[in-house]
């Protein structure tokens, strides 16, 4: 699986992005797709993931204010980012693995990474 990250940018306080995560393979579609984002100096934090199946599920931080949806004919994953504040400065990367794996938020549980697209919020 060949995952590639797009939609980063810089916004200010309060602002809104929409990041894509496009899969590659023909069985990309039945993945465990997750976020997860790192900032400088700190470790890759996971962020929310989707099993494809309609359930999606979100970390603490993020809850209410981003939101996962999936086009699995299209193999891309989205996350809706609203309400930025500068804690959500990060380099973000969509990971994937077995489906079994839903929930899972700890990086070493996933085979495949996209590159990352970097996320700047201005206060």
């Known amino acids: 699986v060949k995952l590639t990250e797009s939609g980063g940018g810089s916004v200010q306080t309060g602002g809104s992005l929409r990041l894509s995560c496009a899969a590659s393979g023909a069985t990309a579609s039945k993945y465990y797709l997750a976020w997860f984002r790192q900032a400088p100096g700190k470790e890759r934090e996971w962020v929310a993931g989707s099993d494809g199946s309609g359930n999606s599920t979100y970390a603490d931080s993020v809850k209410g204010r981003f939101a996962i949806s999936r086009d699995n004919t299209k193999k891309t994953m989205h996350l809706q980012m609203n309400s930025l504040n500068p804690e959500d400065t990060a380099m973000y990367y969509c990971?994937?693995?077995?489906?079994?794996?839903?929930?899972?938020?700890?990086?070493?549980?996933?085979?495949?990474w996209g590159q990352g697209t970097l996320v700047t919020v201005s206060s």
């Open positions: 990971a994937a693995d077995s489906p079994r794996w839903f929930g899972g938020s700890c990086p070493d549980q996933f085979r495949y």
